[in-house]
């Protein structure tokens, strides 16, 4: 990937799923103009982390491999920070939690876990909602 927004640039750095018995991707693309970044998938194969890095945007992602959703961002207010300067993610081995590293010449080292289960995002989604929700929503 690359650094430059232009659409022949973000066509050429696309993050993609692929089976890796064949020789062609499935399913469709998880991210248009993914850029350059850090990738985690976790140990059951569920989720996978990205971060992504835009001129308009900075942040670290979540999908959902099983349903084929975005999850959304992490980070907060500090998104753009820890996405701009990641230098690693790691899921946990249970796959709950999801550890950003940051580190650079510029920026002191700093480690940042997150709760990243699905009963975790789908406890947030409800109080956001104000409402229970399905995992379908």
């Not at 399913?27 to 308009?56: E, I, K, M, N, W």
């Not at 820890?82 to 650079?104: I, K, T």
Request: proline residues 3%; aromatic residues 8%.
């Amino acid at each position: 990937g690359n650094r430059s927004d232009t659409l022949a640039d973000r066509r050429q750095s696309n993050l993609s799923r692929w089976d890796l018995s064949g020789s062609a991707p499935v399913g469709t693309v998880l991210v248009d103009g993914f850029g350059t970044g850090q990738v985690a998938v976790s140990p059951d194969g569920r989720l996978l982390a990205y971060t992504r890095v835009t001129a308009d945007d900075a942040a670290v992602y979540l999908w959902d491999l099983e349903r084929g959703a975005d999850l959304g961002r992490l980070g907060g207010d500090d998104a753009w920070r820890l996405a701009m300067w990641a230098a690693s993610l790691a899921f946990s081995p249970a796959g709950d939690r999801l550890a950003v590293g940051v580190a650079s010449a510029d920026v002191a080292p700093q480690l940042t876990v997150f709760a990243v289960g699905l009963d975790a995002w789908r406890t947030v989604a409800c109080a956001t909602a104000n409402r229970e929700l399905t995992l379908d929503e």
